[in-house]
């Protein structure tokens, strides 16, 4: 059976999905394949500086939804059963052992191909998939703030995150938030890099490989100091609890408070930590140690 690494991009046939995906890509070190086809199959090699992991972008168009799904979406957006035909729902059964992310986008100004969203909202629901995006793709059209406020406060309900991509010269959201996401996941086709073959990587050709500092340069210790044992203990148990961390968690934590909003609005970021604060303190000891120790290392790494 083929892995559970296909990413759904999904949208009505007027919307240039593809471009979407070659924009995706492009900030990774895979050659963008030429399609403008409505449907396509397109590979990504995902490589990190940790990890690599072979994943493939699924592009299909969606259709005009019955009557009965838009006036779910007036009445009642967050309902548990979305109403879904045979067809649709043998097609869901074949995609779920397949699909472990999917990208839906549409253009504001065709505000009724938002509910082309509700099927495959229905899918999440069933399936569980890791990675859900909304994404609003076109040109920015003014007096649509409640609108879009209406679709983002959905997205929440529904568990998608929505990113809006129709003025990116003014908003945090990108395309790299989109590539962010879909990298963060852990794919099951990823294969972990041991330090033999991440030294292998040349940074200059791989946006996604920090650069090593040169084995020939003489690094000077920093100088010790001598702490109570107490204190020097609180450091060995830290230090034992971060080598067990995954550095992937730190990263997509690290990514995750400091984002643009993040970085220009203080108090964002303290809403933030407080927040992830009151959560640790409720886990039991051992869970809140390792989630504490995740934030530290998130917190001391460059941005």
Known sequence: MDAKNKILVLGRPEINKVELVHSIMAGTNTPCVASSDASAQIAWHIDTRYYTAQTEFWVDSTEPLSTPHTQLMLSDPAASSIPIDAPTHELHTALSP?????????????????????????????????????????????????QKD????????????????TDMDESEYSVGRVRDALVANEWATMVPKTDSADSNVDPKTNPNVDPKPDSNVDIQAEPTIDAPPEQRNEWDRFDKVAGTIDPRRVNELHRSLFTETAQNDMSGLMSQLHTLRDEIAQLDPETARMRAAELALALAKDT
């Not at 065709?110 to 609003?136: K, N």
């Open 150 to 165: 209406e679709w983002f406060d959905w997205c929440v309900q529904m568990g998608w995150e929505w990113v809006d991509l």
């Open 98 to 146: 397949l699909v472990d992310a999917i990208v839906f986008v549409f253009d504001p100004r065709d505000s009724a191909s938002f509910t082309d969203i509700l099927p495959w909202a229905r899918f999440a629901q069933a399936y569980e998939p890791s990675v859900l995006l909304c994404v609003a793709i076109g040109d920015k059209v003014s007096g649509m703030d409640g």
